[in-house]
T-cell receptor, first 114, second 112 residues
Framework: NAGVTQTPKFQVLKTGQSMTLQCAQD?????MYWYRQDPGMGLRLIYY???????DKGEVPNGYNVSRLNKREFSLRLESAAPSQTSVYFC?????????????FGPGTRLTVT | AQRVTQPEKLLSVFKGAPVELKCNYS??????LFWYVQYSRQRLQLLLR??SRESIKGFTADLNKGETSFHLKKPFAQEEDSAMYYC??????????????FGKGTKLSVKP
């Protein structure tokens, strides 16, 4: 039982390049989330998916898109990377949206945009 | 708007000393509050939630509605407690009801 997995672990992009961060969970959770973690800013929600087939914006969605491919997978896409998107990205999942207090986190992806 | 404030970016204590990580919140309803912890090179994980009133790894946190606080306490700090601690509140209304709002975190350093 791997829990929440993320790929890649590290990535360096040039400004304007695009990439997709992958996330998968094997806990049969309904809800999934993408956060970014920046020094002094804590964790900020980018997008979330309350259930398969739905996605919604979080606190800082600009510059990102998401896809809930199926119940297991939730990807985050940067269409045109900017230095301001340099951050550590965490994916999380929880059994149901309204009981989202128990969120299970992935190991994170450290992204640098030059 | 719902908000969580952790006033200390860094808290440094000696092993065996008491530790208190502060968390204040703003919410007019009945809040649900949590503490998450991230040890070095490990994933962020739930430490405790106020509703269960439990003690995990010697840590406790009491919800004080009068002071709108949910401070995390431990009477005798250990070196292995060194980590990043995040206070979080469950969003009680609005389009993203049920989601968590995290504070900016406090880095706890326990010195030998």
């Amino acid at each position: 039982n791997a829990g929440v997995t993320q790929t890649p672990k590290f990535q360096v992009l040039k400004t304007g390049q695009s990439m997709t961060l992958q996330c998968a969970q094997d806990m049969n959770h309904n809800s999934m989330y993408w956060y970014r973690q920046d020094p002094g800013m804590g964790l900020r929600l980018i997008y979330y998916s309350a259930s398969e087939g739905t996605t919604d914006k979080g606190e800082v969605p600009n510059g990102y898109n998401v896809s809930r491919l199926n119940k297991r997978e939730f990807s985050l896409r940067l269409e045109s990377a900017a230095p301001s998107q340099t951050s550590v990205y965490f994916c999380a999942s929880s059994p149901r949206a309204l009981t989202s207090y128990e969120q299970y986190f992935g190991p994170g992806t450290r992204l640098t945009v030059t | 708007a719902q908000r969580v404030t952790q006033p200390e970016k860094l808290l440094s204590v000696f092993k065996g000393a008491p530790v208190e990580l502060k968390c204040n919140y703003s919410y007019s309803g009945s809040p649900e509050l949590f503490w998450y912890v991230q040890y070095s090179r490990q994933r962020l994980q739930l430490l405790l939630r106020h509703i269960s009133r439990e003690s995990i790894k010697g840590f406790t946190a009491d919800l004080n509605k009068g002071e709108t606080s949910f401070h995390l306490k431990k009477p005798f700090a250990q070196e292995e407690d060194s980590a990043m601690y995040y206070c979080a509140i469950k969003r009680g209304y609005g389009g993203s009801q049920g989601n968590l709002i995290f504070g900016k975190g406090t880095k706890l350093s326990v010195k030998p």
